[in-house]
């Protein structure tokens, strides 16, 4: 076999065992454990901290609030919902106590086509116009007595 | 002359050749030994972490269609929650509205990233579907919060050219940020519309189910907000749980199931024409 | 961050991660590059393998403009990745489900291999080289020759073996290669505009009359700039692929058209509007592109139109179908994604002019070839048997 036949059947070989040693070499730690991903993604995935603590977490400071709001019809709606999560707090400092209510609540409450029903809704310019939803309404107990039903 | 050019010419490339088989060698051996260091590791407790084992563990999502009241909170939970983009073209869940006029046999649809709602909104990092169809006579009308449905069979895993996207034993879609190349392969093919591109990290982003939550006992965090139950998560593997309830009670249904991706997000009062 | 991306105007209902296209024009360039490589190889088969002497002027230049070409294939998806720093994930854990996960290994060893059919056909020339030169120069065509200077009868005979090895070799894997992507895009039922199981098929006929095309354009600028004649055989030969390949082409496109229009699933009435809308002026100009070459063609082949009047014919057909097949990966890669996957929306792409993804880019992927093979013809001389034989 003439000398470059050769000498190009054996730099093929050395391509081939380089493309083999580089995968075994490359392949990044925990690949393939579990599947075809690397296995300590999930691992770092799930180390993320939460952010959104839930209501048990206020009710630790908070019992009072907690014990009205609970037992009132905003009972559903969890404290973060509206004072946003309350990931390292008290720590670093207080959270917001919504200023626009009429923003706010609109949120949930405007009259709009596609809301169900069974969602107490309010075209805003009639109800109350620009006053501020708090000036009637508590917001961790919404029903005014002065209505007739109860709060639940 | 020529004759010992050649020689030397010949003779390099021979030491070079074995520079390479020693690297082979090297690498081959040094692979061998990972691979056997992370049969080891893999071998003790659960995973994947100390307190949740993933194989005890099957997580499936509902969504009630009839409950959801289009506030939005579960758009704003998620992309805090999870760090997303605060622009309205980066999202991991979203929410679309349906809305049937007197005299139109098809709904009218827009979602929270259409330009009138963001304009409501104040900002795109804000949320709220505006009232445009306040003064208009409508037929029928809803609200559908969307998000990937972790399908038993995922096109996204699929045509990941890497194995940057994966599903866990648990049943969660989740993607390996470390890892994904930004092809965008797996946006393409999600039927679904589930999968945006992270601009800032430049690889694809997705909703995980909030699996650092749920592997916590916490719920994802859509629904830890949502205050009407619209959006219902739990455990397939415990006959107790909400989800296996919410099947259990109603007649569930899945999206475009003829892809035969085989979600495991259930829907209930959605319409022929949510797709 | 409202300049890292563009949110593309639409009507109807799209998904809320729709109005970001997540492939531009590189991706356009990516399939028309490939399509090059594909159909200028197969034109240097004719020679090679099946020993088609009327080919023999434009097979050894074919066979660099596959190379030039091939080499810049990985270009357009490298700028196109979030990370290109990890494109060699997929060398290192290709997921065996993925098609893109073939591109890799199929696209190295397709280049190895142009670059091994490219080295054995010129290596005469390269130990003529080898002697003939000193310092780097020398080197060079030196390490090209693998040090030796062994052009024996015996050792031609070897040589010739592996060329016709390499390019039997070659063939399917050009075509393995080009197929491939088509199946990328065909393979995905998301998508309506392209989850057709002709797609490869259709990606790959048009490939061929592309590189055709291509070598038809550059033979006929080659003649001029370097002042000999043109085979005149080979141009009927060249005028007689293109037609057969065209034909193949327009039947299968019109194949999977009829299919989707005739099959009319859920959201016909929005692929009609798409044809009429945001993709009429490229759906117009892939028409137009192949309907004239196809009677020019025709009539030039029925007339048994020769000399001066085959050339102008064919080179007017060559440039229409260049043209036609850039309309065609346009208007699968961006008709694709106009196309929204609600099927009650329709999107309008606008390609950036500047930045990593803009037409600047994907203007220079395509154009860089060109001065590679400028220079490849400058190292490995394709035109000495094909002039002398003019």
């Known amino acids: 076999m003439p000398k470059h036949i050769v000498r190009l059947i054996m730099s093929l070989g050395i391509v081939i065992l380089l493309v083999i040693g580089s995968k075994a070499l490359f392949t990044a730690d925990s690949f393939g454990v579990y599947g075809h991903y690397r296995a300590n993604a999930v691992p770092e995935i799930a180390s993320d901290t939460p952010k959104y603590k839930g209501p048990d977490y206020c009710q630790l400071c908070h019992s009072e609030r907690h014990a009205t709001w609970s037992a009132h019809r905003h009972g559903k709606v969890k404290c973060e919902v509206c004072h946003g999560p309350a990931g390292e707090h008290p720590a670093t400092g207080k959270l917001p106590i919504p200023s626009d209510t009429v923003k706010l609540c609109s949120t949930c409450h405007e009259a709009m086509p596609a809301r169900p029903a069974a969602q107490p809704q309010i075209v805003v310019s009639q109800h109350s116009g620009t006053q501020a939803c708090i000036a009637c309404h508590n917001p961790h107990a919404p029903r005014i007595a002065s209505s007739g039903g109860s709060d639940r | 002359m020529k004759n010992k050019t050649h020689k030397t010419a010949s003779g390099r490339r021979v030491f070079l050749g074995k520079l390479g088989k020693v690297a082979v060698y090297a690498g081959a051996l040094l692979g061998a030994a990972r691979g056997l260091a992370k049969g080891e590791s893999s071998a003790a407790g659960s995973f994947p972490t100390a307190d949740y084992d993933w194989t005890k563990h099957r997580w499936g999502y509902g969504v009630d269609a009839t409950r959801c009241i289009g506030c939005l909170r579960c758009v704003e939970a998620c992309k805090i929650e999870n760090g997303v983009s605060n622009d309205a073209h980066h999202f991991r869940t979203w929410v679309e509205r349906y809305v049937y006029l007197k005299g139109e046999d098809k709904p009218r649809i827009d979602s929270h990233s259409d330009p009138q709602n963001i304009a409501a909104a104040g900002s795109q990092g804000e949320y709220r579907f505006d009232n445009r169809y306040k003064d208009a006579e409508v037929e029928k009308a809803f609200f559908v919060p969307k998000l990937c449905n972790h399908c038993e069979h995922p096109s996204c895993v699929q045509v990941c050219p890497v194995g940057a996207t994966f599903k866990t034993k648990d049943g969660a879609v989740l993607i390996d940020h470390t890892y994904c190349i930004g092809c965008q392969y797996c946006v393409q093919a999600c039927p679904y519309g589930a999968r945006t591109f992270n601009y800032e990290q430049q690889v694809t982003d997705k909703c995980t189910w909030c699996y650092h939550r749920i592997t916590k006992g916490l719920q994802p965090a859509c629904v830890e907000v949502c205050p009407v139950n619209a959006r219902i998560f739990g455990d397939l593997m415990d006959p107790g749980s909400a989800i296996r309830k919410f099947i259990r009670e109603n007649r569930v249904q899945v999206l475009k199931p003829e892809t035969g991706n085989a979600p495991t997000c259930f829907y209930i009062g959605i319409d022929k024409e949510v797709s | 961050m409202q300049e890292l991306y563009h949110v593309a105007p639409y009507t109807g209902y799209v998904y809320p991660n729709e109005t970001v296209f997540p492939w531009g024009v590189l991706i356009v360039i990516y399939p028309y590059i490939t399509g090059l490589v594909a159909g200028s190889f197969t034109v240097s088969t004719f020679y090679h393998v099946f020993g088609m002497k009327r080919f023999e002027p434009v097979a050894r230049f074919a066979l660099l403009t596959a190379l030039s070409f091939m080499i810049f294939v990985p270009t357009p998806l490298l700028f196109h990745l979030g990370h290109p720093e990890r494109a060699l ?302």
């Open chain 3, 89 to 390: 994930n997929a060398l290192w854990t290709p997921h065996l489900t993925s098609a893109m996960a073939a591109f890799g290994y199929t696209a190295g060893f397709y280049i190895l291999l142009l670059m091994l059919e490219t080295g054995f056909i010129f290596r005469q020339h390269i130990v003529a080289r080898a002697q003939a030169t000193t310092g780097v120069v020398r080197g060079f065509y030196r390490i090209l020759a693998f040090g030796s200077d062994d052009v024996s009868e015996n050792a031609l005979a070897y040589d010739r073996k592996w060329i016709r090895a390499l390019a039997l070799i070659g063939m399917p894997g050009a075509h393995i290669l080009h197929g491939y992507a088509g199946f990328v895009f065909g393979s995905l039922k998301a998508r309506e505009w392209w989850a057709s199981d002709l797609m490869p098929a259709i990606f790959l006929s048009s490939a061929v009359i592309s590189g055709i095309a291509l070598l038809v354009l550059l033979y006929v600028a080659v003649a001029k700039v370097r002042k000999f004649a043109l085979d005149n055989e080979c141009m009927r030969g060249l005028a007689y692929t293109l037609f057969g390949f065209l034909i193949f082409t327009l039947v299968l496109e019109l194949l999977e058209f009829v299919n989707l229009i005739y099959k009319g699933r859920e959201g016909i009435e929005t692929v009609m509007a798409l044809i009429a809308g945001p993709l009429a002026l490229g759906l117009n100009i892939q028409l137009v592109g192949s309907v004239i070459p196809l009677v020019v063609l025709t009539v030039m082949i029925w007339r048994k139109t020769q000399g001066t009047p085959l050339v102008v014919g064919l080179t007017v057909s060559a440039a229409l179908i260049m043209i036609a097949v850039l309309a065609m990966r346009w208007n699968v890669v961006i008709g694709g994604q106009e196309l929204s996957k609600t099927m009650k929306g329709l999107l309008t792409y606008h390609a950036p002019i500047w930045g990593r993804e803009g037409i600047v880019v994907a203007a220079s992927v395509f154009i860089a070839p060109f001065f590679v093979l400028w220079a490849l013809t400058r190292l490995f001389p394709p035109w000495d048997a094909g002039s002398q034989r003019a």
